[in-house]
């Protein structure tokens, strides 16, 4: 279970490459949205739906249940984006050490 909503945005922008500022704000770049959508989809996946929408400074629980589907599809397509997304919540999760982390982002790149 995540339970560090600032570690999980944390993580998610250093793996894509983006700030939490810009996960957090209302940038709808293409990468951007996809960090701010794998942020939402692993939080709801915790908790509740509305909850997740306040944390990402977005009103409306759809705006997390379309999320996590975008998330769920991709994962399903592509075997490289569904380890990173594992990556990332075993990161939040377990606490990997700096050089397991190095490891995991490699595979995603």
Not at 99 to 106: C, D, L, M, N
Request: include cysteine.
């Amino acid at each position: 279970m995540i339970v560090d909503f600032d570690l999980l945005v944390r993580e998610t922008a250093d793996v894509f490459g983006v700030t939490p500022e810009d996960i957090l704000g209302p940038k709808r770049t293409k990468h951007v949205s996809m960090a701010r959508h794998v942020v939402m989809a692993c939080w709801a996946d915790h908790h509740p739906y509305q909850d997740t929408a306040n944390r990402c400074n977005r009103t409306c629980h759809s705006t997390v249940i379309w999320a996590r589907q975008r998330i769920l599809n991709e994962a399903e397509m592509d075997v490289s984006f569904a380890k990173m997304l594992a990556a990332i919540s075993n990161r939040c999760q377990y606490g990997a050490e700096p050089e397991e982390k190095a490891k995991e982002i490699e595979i995603c790149a």
